[in-house]
């Protein structure tokens, strides 16, 4: 598992966005769990505020991507890593960089997953029929129910608003749209959508196809 990130600190350095993107989703991978939307609460916000790899609609524009494309939606990483590496990626050409990032990343991704099925699998039983364990594992997944709103709401936010800002006050630490830059077109499309899957009961794909009609419609329209 770490040979890939062996060879790129040996060749690259660790002053090489490889190495970080590397370093990063590695970090990912061995302490967060909770599937793919707990994972991505914190890798949105680290990749676009934290490390400025990508902004916040491409961001966006990925988990679309991820969400509509075959594969698990763990996936959008590597559209986070090729975009990384592939706006700077000497000494190598752009679209070889864009395919290490991506290639780098998955491994990374989803080698410490494996390690840790094989190796926890036989206690999995065991944990179950524990009852600290037990209530252990439910609290865990109440924090995680938390965290996957909070990666709702910060798509919310980016998506409606053209800004947002930052409040910083103590310990609170959040952001705030700005209620001039709202995006009407995206929001009709949201009520649209969320009307027809909620009120009218239509199939996901169906409400899909209408969402992307209609945002290339008011786009062409614009």
């Known amino acids: 598992w770490a040979a890939p990130m062996a060879l790129v600190l040996v060749t690259l350095g660790r002053d090489h966005v490889l190495w970080q993107v590397g370093s ?9 769990f909770g599937g793919a939307y707990a994972v991505l609460a914190y890798m949105a916000q680290e990749a676009v505020q934290g490390c400025g790899w990508l902004a916040a609609g491409e961001m966006a524009d990925g988990l ?7 594969g698990p939606l763990i996936l959008v990483t590597q559209f986070v ?25 998955t491994w990374v991704t989803f ?36 965290v996957i709103a909070n990666l709702s709401l910060w798509f919310f936010v980016h998506v409606l608003f053209a800004r947002v800002d930052r409040f910083n006050s103590g ?28 009120y009218l009961r239509w199939n996901i794909i169906w409400v899909l ?9 008011l786009s062409l329209a614009a």
């Open 209 to 217: 196809g209408v969402a992307a009609l209609g945002g290339l419609t």
């Open 24 to 32: 990063f989703f590695s970090q990912l991978a061995v302490v967060t």
């Open 171 to 198: 310990p609170l630490n959040f952001e705030v749209p700005v209620w001039g830059t709202l995006d009407w077109r995206a929001l009709t499309l949201a009520v649209i959508s969320a009307a027809l899957m909620f």
């Open 81 to 105: 890593g090729a975009l990384a590496v592939l706006r700077a990626p000497d000494p190598f050409s752009p679209l070889l960089a864009g395919l290490l990032g991506a290639m780098l990343t």
């Open 111 to 146: 080698a410490p997953c494996f390690l840790w099925i094989f190796t926890f699998a036989p206690w999995i039983e065991r944990m179950e029929n524990s009852p600290r364990l037990k209530g252990g594992l439910a609290a865990l997944t109440a924090a995680v129910v938390g």
């Open 64 to 70: 679309g991507l991820a969400e509509t494309t075959p």
